[in-house]
């Protein structure tokens, strides 16, 4: 098969119409092989395609008549300056002829001075006249038009083109005066200035160019001012310079990108420069976060990459930060705009959270001051061809307990490996989820009970409110398994946080009458008011009625609120009945052998089935 | 490639136009301007390929038959009216060229300054700045490259006729040509589309 390098000169040949049908073939098997080939074969068909935008010749706009006025013109002239150059020389041949024919010495010597004179007056008269036209031999022109079948054209020297047309002669009609580049520069400049240094001007945008165009016109309206203007951006004056950069930022494109960044070595017009190429939008942004390494750039830079607060500004940022010096205020500077971008930077802090050169706890806590972190945090791990560092994510759940962050946890505990790490990850996530996630491993035998019982106290440890709603919620449900479950676990933890839901599970009908016992004596165990306090008002209510409960949750409240509690939770029966239970109380929580624990229970629940029945019996004497 | 609307006259020079050429080598102006209204519009095409601006183009075109008009009993009909023409005014473009100063090298073609850094598909970039982009690259080609180009992709000349207009020998005229194209693909490279995904 042919080489690469010949199959490119058949390419060449091809999309120039020169290539015979056969080696057309022989091309196309290469390129059947060869996208290297085949990519130069498409730029060469592109290039044809632009050569197609190259500018064709407005034959409506000639003018015949003119043209062919203005031709004869100059053969005239040309003609006239012939006739001229040969009048001198007949001249100059009588005078020497004269010269020759004098007949003595004297006259000889006499006509020689004479004729020495006029030959230098003649020299004098012809200097001063314009010079003739000259035809030189053809060895010594200029190349020449030479070919085998065809003389060589004389050139004519000292022809200027463009000579008034002499007196007396056919006057060509006077052509309208083109538009040269120095006249467009000129309204250009002015223009520029007077739209850009008008500070309203210079930030609205599209009326900035309505004004422009009104002050530039509509005669120059197909000069390439664009291009024009990025010659300005090199101009002496600062303030042109800079007007010109604001013009670009708002009619420039990708060409004017490289004059814009080249204007930012100019620190008189950086500012201006930064400003246009954030006002290019997406094309702009990458030489803003060039800018970012120059100090003298950096505020200005960061100022309006803060103004487009999308994940392309903070990927900028963030390269410039890695690639920047490891000073603690440049990094705090970036990191300060990270955040005013808001929650579009995660990715970028994700990306600097593991780098070495930036401090993560200061990337955490520039995180800290997003919203919702947890959201985008979860997007962000659960896109498939990104991959963080685990030990990053755990950190990160462990900082800011984003609920949102649950499902990602729950797949790390169903590593091995992992799971331990998970597992002390779950109780930094707030709500109930981490209750229903344990609940659920414990359900599929996953963890073992040391394991479960362990993550379920760090649970309570770390908050108890979520212990408690998670046992509303189970009521509110109706679970009576499931709150069964909950209750062992509740109980097994031993945790203070424990204990509010102990309390609710203790006064619900959900459960059995000696699972709410065992509830309700847990409360007592872990000592809280506020617990208790939940047992001596549901006791207060009438909302016990089994003795056994009702003497557990009295001993609870003894134990946590002290007399008062109990007198709380006994207020409406009579005085001796309630001393009596106190009594009663104190000897249970005096003598406190697990052997004599039910028999304790047993005798408080008769002097308090004794107490109850005497205070309905008041209660009906005096209904009498 | 454009094809040249005149293609039809490119051919020996017909009855009518040898019987024009004789009277105005023998002085007739009549028959002298009925050569220019036959051919003006043609050359003044050339000229504007070469030069791309109308008013240098008419400037060139009106010094061609100025020219041709001196040269006239030159002319002895083997060639084409037309092609001799076309030497004159190919000529005078090259002393035009030469008088604005040295041209660079096929290699030295940059026009980056004009180019952004990134490289994208044409429609990204503005037609009216690809336009600008082309017109540039072509005007920045050396001038026998320049010719040689023209007159083979604007003016849609046979090798042999692009030969005769410059001077060169076939085989020049296609390497020359072909240099064209190599040094406007690697200055336009950022610029061409590829087709292939």
Known sequence: ?624 | MHESPWNERRTQVSEREQELILRAQGGDRVAFEGLVQTHYASIFATAFHLLSNHEDAEDLAQDCFVRAQRGLSYFRGEASFTAWLRRIVVHLAHDRFRARGRRPAASDLDIESLAGKRPGPPEKTGARELKLLMMRAVELLPDHLRIAFVLRTQEGLSYAEVSAASGVTEATARTQVMKARKALHAALLPHLERRDA
């Not at chain 1, 040391?450 to 770390?462: D, K, N, S, T, V």
């Open chain 1, 1 to 624: 098969m042919k080489s690469c390098r010949l199959t490119k000169q058949d390419i060449l040949r091809a999309v120039d119409g020169e290539l015979p049908v056969g080696e057309v073939l022989s091309m196309d098997a290469h390129l059947e092989d060869c996208a290297s080939c085949r990519s130069y074969r498409d730029e060469q068909l592109s290039l044809n395609e632009l050569l197609e935008l190259l500018p064709e010749p407005a034959l409506d706009r000639l003018d015949a008549k003119a043209a062919m006025a203005s031709i004869q013109d100059s053969i005239d002239e040309h003609v006239g300056r012939g006739q001229q150059a040969l009048s001198a020389q007949t001249e100059r041949a009588a005078w020497d002829r004269a010269l020759r024919s004098s007949v003595s010495k004297r006259w000889a010597m006499g006509l020689a001075l004479l004729a020495a004179s006029l030959l230098f007056a003649f020299g004098a008269w012809t200097w001063i006249q314009p010079e003739p036209l000259k035809s030189l031999p053809v060895a010594e022109l200029r190349p020449l038009l030479l070919t085998p079948n065809e003389a060589p054209v004389e050139i004519a020297l000292g022809q200027p083109s463009g000579e008034q047309t002499p007196a007396g002669m056919l006057e060509v009609p006077a052509e309208p005066q083109p538009i040269t580049p120095a006249e467009v520069q000129v309204a250009l400049r002015q223009a520029l200035l007077q739209t850009f240094s008008n500070p309203h001007h210079a930030t609205f945008g599209e009326h900035t160019l309505e004004f422009f165009d009104e002050r530039m016109g509509s005669r120059y309206a197909s000069w390439p001012l664009a291009t024009m203007s990025e010659s300005l951006l090199r101009d002496s004056d600062a303030q042109l310079a800079g007007a010109a950069a604001r013009y670009l930022g708002l009619r420039g494109g990708r060409l004017s990108l490289a004059s814009l960044k080249a204007g930012l070595q100019r620190p008189e017009v950086a500012p201006a420069c930064v400003q246009a190429l954030a006002d290019l939008g997406p094309l702009g942004l990458d030489a803003l976060g060039y800018a970012l390494g120059d100090a003298s750039l950096r505020g200005p830079a960061l100022a309006r990459l803060e103004q487009v607060p999308d994940a392309n500004s903070a990927e900028l940022i963030g390269a410039a930060l890695l690639r920047g010096p490891r000073d603690p205020l440049v990094i705090a500077l970036f990191l300060n705009a990270l955040t005013l971008i808001g929650s579009n930077s995660i990715p970028t802090l994700l990306t600097l959270a593991q780098a070495e050169s930036v401090p993560r706890m200061q990337v955490i806590g520039a995180m800290a001051a997003l919203d919702d972190v947890g959201r985008v945090l979860a997007r962000q791990v659960s896109v498939q061809d990104v991959a963080y560092p685990d030990e990053l994510i755990f950190e990160l759940v462990d900082f800011f307990g984003s609920a949102e962050m649950l499902p990602w946890l729950e797949r790390k505990l169903d590593s091995y490996e992992q799971r331990q790490r998970a597992l002390q990850s779950l109780a930094g996530i707030s709500g109930v989820g981490p209750l229903v996630v344990l609940a659920d491993l414990a359900q599929k035998g996953s963890l073992s009970e040391p394991e479960l019982l362990q993550a379920f106290g760090a649970l309570a440890r770390a908050n108890a409110g979520r212990m408690q709603q998670h046992a509303e919620n189970m009521l509110a449900a109706g679970d009576a398994l499931a709150a069964s479950q909950y209750l062992s676990l509740l109980i097994s933890c031993d945790e203070p946080g424990a204990a509010n839901a102990l309390a609710l599970l203790a006064v619900s009908d959900l459960l059995t009458g000696e699972e709410r016992q065992w509830a309700a004596l847990a409360v007592g165990e872990l000592g809280l008011p506020e617990a208790a306090s939940i047992l001596a008002a549901a006791f207060a209510a009438g909302e016990l009625s089994e003795r056994r409960l009702m003497a557990a949750c009295l001993i609870s409240v003894f134990r946590s609120l002290g007399e008062e509690g109990v007198h709380e939770a006994l207020g409406s029966y009579p005085l001796g009945a309630v001393n009596a239970v106190f009594d009663a109380l104190v000897d249970a929580t005096t003598d406190p052998k697990p052997q004599e624990g039910a028999v304790q229970l047993f005798r408080i629940a008769r002097v308090l089935n004794l107490a109850t029945n005497g205070r309905n019996s008041n209660l009906g004497q005096s209904s009498l």
